[in-house]
């Protein structure tokens, strides 16, 4: 092929998405004493002492990331309402 062949085929090839930018990174959430407040949260939840992205689940014995849909996506899992019914305290 000659240079001028291959700047055709070039020039016809879509590039490729630059994928070394950077992706937008995901903002770390600090644990909230309002969220203790909180009605769907009062009973079992607390923070983890030293530990400011982390919060605990009293019911189930476990640490959580400090995140409010982290909380509310445990507050429906099957093991933290076997864990309301049952509490291991």
């Not at 998405?17 to 004493?33: A, D, E, S, Y």
């Not at 203790?36 to 949260?41: A, E, G, I, T």
């Not at 995140?67 to 291991?88: A, D, G, I, R």
Request: include cysteine; proline fraction near 6%; aromatic fraction near 6%.
């Amino acid at each position: 092929m000659s240079d001028l062949e291959d700047s055709y085929f070039r020039d016809r090839i879509p590039e490729k998405p630059n994928l070394t930018k950077r992706l937008q990174t995901h903002k770390k959430q600090k644990f909230r004493k309002e969220w203790m407040d909180h009605q769907d949260f009062k009973v079992w939840l607390a923070p983890v002492i030293g530990e400011p992205l982390k919060a605990k689940c009293k019911l189930c014995v476990i640490d959580l990331t400090a995140e409010l849909t982290v909380l509310k996506k445990h507050q429906t899992s099957q093991k933290h309402k076997l864990s309301v019914v049952q509490p291991k305290i």
